[in-house]
């Protein structure tokens, strides 16, 4: 079954320490992105990629990494410099970039500063 | 700058009722809108995506409607079952070069047996 598959699906992390998100999809499409959901609020653009070796910051970029070397796959690295990093983070994949496709996500993983 | 608000933020309505999420956005200028269902603790689920020339989608017991001119989308469930209990969230996309979507905050859904 195609889909996007996000790992792990809980993480815990101490202060200072990095942290890698995995997202890899398996529908084929080119754009890839990154969305932080809180409490209350809407979800936010974290990064996006529209091709492999091409990623653009979003929203809230700030303390965040992404790298784009495969067309399958977008890590995302949550880095000691992010100052509230405990949130749901969510990967999307869409068709293409260029026109507004369908947005389909994948299961989240939950991330906790202990 | 778009801003996307849905209303009621919670709904708790008996099973079998129809009912209407509502959902506005400001900027009209869209190039379509989708919705949503999530689970708590889980991703979002895609339930229907409406182009900006288009005025509704159906799937199923779903129906979602669009006024791009009054800024509005509201999706219609019919003969709610303790299943549609979730979240709903309305997502609209306008141009810019790459994909910008705003999302609503959502209306947390109970559907009670």
């Known amino acids: 079954d195609g889909g996007i598959t996000q790992s792990p699906k809980y993480l815990f992390r101490k202060e200072g320490q990095n942290v890698t998100l995995s997202c890899e999809q398996n529908?084929?499409?080119?754009?890839m992105y990154w969305y932080r959901q809180d409490p209350g609020q809407g979800l936010r653009l974290i990064y996006y990629?529209?091709?492999?070796?091409?990623?653009q910051k979003g929203d809230i970029a700030e303390g965040y990494s992404v790298s784009r070397e495969k067309k399958e796959s977008f890590p995302l690295t949550v880095t000691s410099a992010q100052k509230n990093p405990t949130a749901f983070y969510l990967c999307?994949?869409?068709?293409?970039?260029?026109?507004?496709?369908?947005?389909?996500f994948g299961e989240g993983s939950r991330l906790t500063v202990l | 700058k778009q801003e996307v608000t849905q209303i009621p933020a919670a709904l708790s309505v008996p099973e079998g009722e129809n009912l209407v999420l509502n959902c506005s956005f400001t900027?009209?200028?869209?190039?379509?809108l989708q919705w949503f269902r999530q689970d708590p603790g889980k991703g979002l689920t895609s339930l229907l995506l409406i182009q900006s020339s288009q005025r509704e989608q159906t799937s199923g017991r779903l129906n979602a409607s669009l006024d791009k001119s009054s800024g509005r989308s509201t999706l219609y469930i019919a003969a709610s079952q303790p299943g549609d209990s979730a979240t709903y969230l309305c997502a609209v996309m306008n141009s810019g070069g790459y994909q910008k979507v705003t999302f609503g905050t959502g209306t947390k859904l109970q559907v009670i047996p």
């Open positions: 999307a994949s869409s068709p293409a970039a260029g026109f507004a496709g369908e947005l389909f």
């Open positions: 529908l084929n499409h080119d754009a």
């Open positions: 900027d009209s200028a869209i190039y379509n």
């Open positions: 990629s529209q091709i492999v070796n091409d990623f």
